[in-house]
């Protein structure tokens, strides 16, 4: 088995004193397309950075490619491609300045795929970026990232600017990315749509805690909406366990629960003698639910 | 009304710098009052002590002044830009409005301190007198703020010249000296000009258009360069990165201009004060020695922005480099010193030259010299201690009275053949070396700070504009 190319074991952040992280605990495999969802203010970006080195953190450990995260070599930094949620542009520069000055800083740059995805993004280089718009921004921060053909990387909420057509471009790049068995996309966002286009992995975060880790189908198939209708009153506890979100009218429950089986439904029919209906759950529902 | 009190407010109490200047201003006044009931002999007028305590108790006064004003200039400024307040209906003369009370509120609040505190009024109308103390602050602060609109003007140049002819003659204001003997025009006349600009600038600001942002009209307006090139050196690039503009030429360029108008308008106002006294019988001779002063002080104060800004900047180099927090340390110092080097340098050679060839009353320029030799490192390690994007407060508290104590002890300067060199006692050469070695602690503890910078603790601001900070 591969080693994990980011590795957290009990990671916990407090920024003043509100705790952001929360004993996170997380494996990522090489070839991974990690998709981080949680509403504004779970820790996403906290997460990120505390992942990435620009934040120590306050317990518990943090490894990228095996390194220490607070203090990663720069061979290990040089395997990074990172777009942060608030671009890091230089408002006088170009954007043809900036991505030579970005090239100029790494031994290997793929002018080739710049070129390329330059075009097809239709990303402007001869204006100052102080005058580009959101989209166009965000789009010559993702270039910056990908120039030096990085095996991790690491967007934070990389299509909040984007219209339509420029995520749908910048999503496709990713799945190329994410076909190289070698290379790793752990990407955040509030966006739902997007992250189940591409990602092959989710981490949900609420509160600073890790909700739901691992395979998105598998997500969808453990979470469900069960209906149980009964011919008697429904007791006000039904007695189920990984009950996520609950609406109980009389001889009618409908619930949300995790951990689902095959075998589960008929359970519930004998132990209450109802009919069973169950119901599989879009991520956007299933999200909603964990926040409800 | 409430839209009046708010912007009322914001010019004088509103952001963290005229707190603290008031505060200091304050307890000034405060000691001042005090030290002039003790009864040691050193409260007389003729005691040398006492002229020190007078110029020590205005500083902060002066200061809180400045500083007030200025920066209440560019939030009125930031505040009538915003498109959220444009669109209330009667926002405009609210603003305005809030300009006036503002002055009358300050007018009002220095008149009870100086009838209290000040001098006798020489005569009836007189500064010290209630009617002639408000009409002359009210007028004084109220011209300035209305001049200082004009940094959003179309013409930086002008702006510019505004803003330092606004400061230098703000910087010739003594609180607790007549303004009349100052060459100011009587109260009546400040007060009606003060009322007639405060019109003209009413009309035209309630029935104008949106009005530009600060940030938009500083803005560099000129290409960097008409070329884009393919390849840098990586030693530029992450010099690039660490300075947030291509070249350190063009890093210092803003405050240096700033600094430079700032100092050629002073000496255009030092230049002037033959003409301004004239209805005087002793008319004082142009003296140029504050001006050279300031031009060996402003390099602590560049110094210190432009470390604070490669300090901010450290960030976007922390995974791009691959240098490890300590080496970024180093970089940063490095980068710091050079940019230190070249604004220090013209500055110090344009302070000599005045020393030799313009007329000045201090006669000896190498204690205050030495003194802002030393303050400049003490401000270029503060600035790498400050991640933050706000300004570095405690340094500029502690450069305003480094800054003060330097020319005061330049103004006590005697030509004695007696005192050691530079003119001074020599227990005041306690200064420089202190500050010297301030700045080494300074060094040791920004090395200590590099090594554990949480970048996320010292993120950007989401929304960076003045604006959005100012009507939070």
Redesign the interface.
């Known amino acids: 088995m591969n080693a994990p190319v980011v590795s957290t074991r009990g990671l916990g ?1 407090v ?1 003043g004193e509100k705790p952001v992280l929360r004993g996170i605990s997380i494996d990522v495999e090489p070839g991974s397309v990690v998709g981080l969802l949680g509403k504004n203010g779970a820790g996403k ?2 997460l990120l ?2 992942l ?5 953190a306050t317990s518990g450990t943090a490894s990228v490619f095996g390194a220490d995260s607070f ?1 990663m ?3 290990v ?2 395997r ?1 491609g ?1 777009v942060p949620q ?1 671009d ?1 542009l ?5 954007g ?2 900036q991505l ?6 790494h031994p290997h740059w793929d002018r080739a795929l710049i070129d390329r995805l330059v075009r097809d993004w239709e990303v402007p ?2 204006r ?1 970026i ?1 005058v580009l718009s959101g989209g166009e921004r965000q789009k010559l921060a993702t270039l910056l990232a990908l120039g030096h053909a990085p095996d991790l990387l690491v967007l934070d909420e990389p299509a909040a600017s984007l219209d339509p057509i420029a995520r749908r471009r910048l999503l496709r790049e990713i799945l190329d990315i994410a076909e190289s068995p070698t290379r790793t996309v752990l990407f955040s966002t509030h966006i739902v749509a997007d992250l189940e286009r591409v990602a092959n992995q989710v981490w949900i975060l609420r509160e600073g805690a890790i909700v739901w880790q691992g395979d998105l189908d598998a997500l969808k198939e453990s979470v469900v909406r069960v209906t149980i209708t009964a011919r008697e009153p429904l007791p006000a506890a039904l007695g189920i366990e990984h009950v996520l979100s609950q609406r109980l009218e009389d001889r009618r429950a409908q619930l949300v629960v995790t951990g689902w089986h095959d075998a589960l439904p008929a359970a519930l029919e004998d132990r209450f003698g109802a009919e069973v209906a169950v119901e599989h759950l879009s991520l956007e529902e299933i999200f909603l639910e964990m926040h409800a | 009304m409430n839209g009046v009190l708010a912007t009322a407010s914001l010019f004088y109490v509103r952001s963290r710098v005229q707190r603290w200047f008031f505060a200091l201003a304050l307890a000034s006044l405060a000691a001042r009052s005090l030290f002039l009931n003790l009864d040691c002999g050193c409260s007389r007028p003729t005691s040398s002590w006492y002229f020190l305590a007078e110029m020590v108790s205005v500083m902060p006064v002066l200061g809180f002044a400045i500083a007030s004003l200025m920066s209440s200039g560019g939030l009125f400024r930031t505040v009538s830009s915003l498109r959220t307040v444009y669109l209330i209906p009667r926002s405009r003369a609210q603003l305005a409005s809030g300009l006036l009370l503002a002055q009358v509120l300050a007018a009002a609040l220095v008149t009870i301190v100086v009838v209290t505190l000040g001098p006798s009024p020489a005569r009836p109308m007189g500064w010290g007198s209630v009617r002639g103390t408000f009409e002359y602050v009210f007028g004084a602060a109220t011209l300035a703020l209305v001049a200082l609109q004009l940094i959003a003007g179309p013409s930086r140049v002008a702006s510019l010249l505004a803003g330092a002819l606004t400061l230098a003659f703000l910087g010739e204001f003594d609180l607790f000296m007549q303004p009349e003997v100052a060459g100011l025009p009587t109260p009546d006349v400040l007060a009606l000009a003060a009322l007639a600009a405060w019109l003209a600038f009413a009309a035209w600001y309630s029935n104008s258009g949106p009005i530009a942002p600060v940030a938009a009209v500083w ?2 307006r000129r ?3 008409r070329t ?7 030693k ?3 010099d ?2 660490l300075l ?3 070249s350190l030429w ?1 890093a210092c360029r803003r405050p240096l201009s700033f600094w430079t108008l700032y100092i050629a308008g002073f000496g255009v106002v030092m230049g002037l004060r033959p003409f301004q006294f004239t209805h005087m019988r002793h008319v004082p001779p142009p003296d140029f020695s504050v001006a050279a002063l300031l031009a060996q002080l402003a390099m602590a104060s560049i110094s210190n922005s432009l470390a604070g800004n490669i300090a901010r900047q450290s ?2 180099l ?7 927090r300590r080496a970024l340390f180093a970089r940063a110092e490095r980068l710091a010193w050079r940019a230190l080097a070249l604004v220090g340098v013209p500055f110090v050679l344009a302070a000599a030259a005045a020393w030799t060839f313009l007329p000045h009353l201090f006669t000896h320029p190498v204690f205050p010299l030495a003194v802002y030799l030393t303050v400049a490192p003490c401000g270029l390690y503060s600035g790498l201690l400050n991640f933050t994007r706000t300004r570095d407060l405690p340094f500029l508290l502690f450069f305003l009275i480094v800054s003060q104590g330097g020319v005061i002890a330049a103004m006590l300067q005697e030509d004695n053949p007696h005192l050691p060199v530079g003119g001074v006692p020599l227990g005041f050469w306690l200064l420089p070396v202190g500050l010297a070695l301030l700045a080494a602690a300074m060094r040791r503890i920004a090395q200590q700070r590099w090594r ?1 910078i ?4 010292y ?2 601001p ?1 929304a960076s504009s003045l604006g959005v900070r100012a009507v939070e």
């Open positions: 952040k920024l970006t906290s950075e505390v990435l080195g620009f934040s120590p203090s070599p720069a061979d930094k040089r990074i990172f608030q890091e230089l408002e006088l520069l170009t043809a300045e030579a000055l970005n090239a100029s800083l280089l001869d100052r102080q | 803005r560099a290409a960097l360069s884009s090139p393919s390849s840098t050196t990586r530029a690039a992450i690039t990165y947030g503009h291509p063009l960030r976007t922390w995974l791009r480099s691959g240098d490890s554990q949480d970048w996320l603790r993120r950007a989401r």
